[in-house]
Nanobody, 113 residues
Framework: QLQASGGGLVQPGGSLRLTCATS????????IGWFRQAPGKEREGVSC??????SIYYADSVKGRFTISKDNANVYLQMNSLKPEDTAVYYC??????????WGRGTQVTVSS
C-alpha cells in the first residue's frame, strides 16, 4: 500500500505539495495515480504518471494548477491556486491495487479561509 502525506489547512489561492512514498520497484513497474474523495462524494482520479514513458494525465478540474512528478522513490503532487472545492482526502495508488479495492492512508487537504 502506498501512503500519502503532506496535506494540511491552506487558504484559497495557496499551495501544498503532497508526497506518495513508494518503493523504487513500484515506480519502475507501475503507473501511480493521485485520487481524492470529498465528503459525500465518490473518489475521483486527479492525476496519473506512467512508469514507462512518463506520460501524464490530469483531470480537467486541476489542469494548469496541479503538477505531478516523481523521483526514484516518491511521487509528488504540487497543488497551486487551491480552491475550496479541492478540499478532500487525497490518496495515491497503483492501478492494480485500485482495481482490487486496496487503498493506503490518505492525507487531508482543507482549503478554507
Amino acid at each position: 500500500q502506498l501512503q500519502a502525506s503532506g496535506g494540511g489547512l491552506v487558504q484559497p489561492g495557496g499551495s501544498l505539495r503532497l508526497t506518495c512514498a513508494t518503493s523504487g520497484f513500484t515506480l519502475d513497474y507501475y503507473a501511480i495515480g493521485w485520487f481524492r474523495q470529498a465528503p459525500g462524494k465518490e473518489r475521483e482520479g486527479v492525476s496519473c504518471i506512467s512508469s514507462k514513458d512518463g506520460s501524464i494525465y490530469y483531470a480537467d478540474s486541476v489542469k494548469g494548477r496541479f503538477t505531478i512528478s516523481k523521483d526514484n522513490a516518491n511521487v509528488y503532487l504540487q497543488m497551486n491556486s487551491l480552491k475550496p472545492e479541492d478540499t478532500a482526502v487525497y490518496y495515491c495508488n497503483t492501478p492494480n491495487d485500485q482495481a482490487r479495492g486496496i487503498w493506503g492512508r490518505g492525507t487531508q487537504v482543507t482549503v478554507s479561509s
